[in-house]
């Protein structure tokens, strides 16, 4: 049974930083596509960040324009952990964060073309 459970969330000022976490367990995702979502109350859930593996033997990241410059992804494959790190946070960042994954490598902005999710973990930035 495959499961992936965020940590890292939190109250955090404006301008401060929070570092999510999403383990995986239940199979290996190295060579799969894995991204955060994020969703805000009375709004749609939306593509955050994205990172697979490409045919150039690299990781490739893709960012939302709205947190580029100030949201890393990364993984580690020998934890199966994909982690953000996000930096001077917005009160627009204000969000449930969720932690997602493909079964393949195929990059998607689409929540709905990813299979596996997490329970999601709340992020407060006050102003």
């Known amino acids: 049974q495959v499961q992936l459970v965020e940590s890292g969330g939190g109250l955090v000022q404006a301008g401060g930083s929070l570092r999510l976490s999403c383990a995986a367990s239940?199979?290996?995702?190295?060579?799969?596509?894995m991204g955060w979502f994020r969703q805000a109350p009375g709004k749609e859930r939306e593509f955050v960040a994205a990172?697979?593996?490409?045919?150039?033997?690299?990781?490739?990241?893709a960012y939302t324009d709205t947190v580029k410059g100030r949201f890393t992804i990364s993984r580690d494959n020998a934890k199966n952990t994909v982690d953000l790190q996000m930096t001077s946070l917005k009160p627009e960042d204000t969000a449930v964060y969720y932690c997602?994954?493909?079964?393949?490598?195929?990059?998607?902005?689409?929540?709905?073309?990813?299979?596996?999710w997490g329970q999601g973990t709340q992020v407060t930035v006050s102003s």
């Open positions: 990172i697979r593996w490409s045919s150039t033997s690299t990781y490739y990241t």
């Open positions: 997602a994954a493909r079964s393949d490598s195929a990059y998607y902005t689409d929540p709905r073309k990813f299979e596996y």
């Open positions: 239940g199979r290996t995702f190295s060579s799969s596509a």
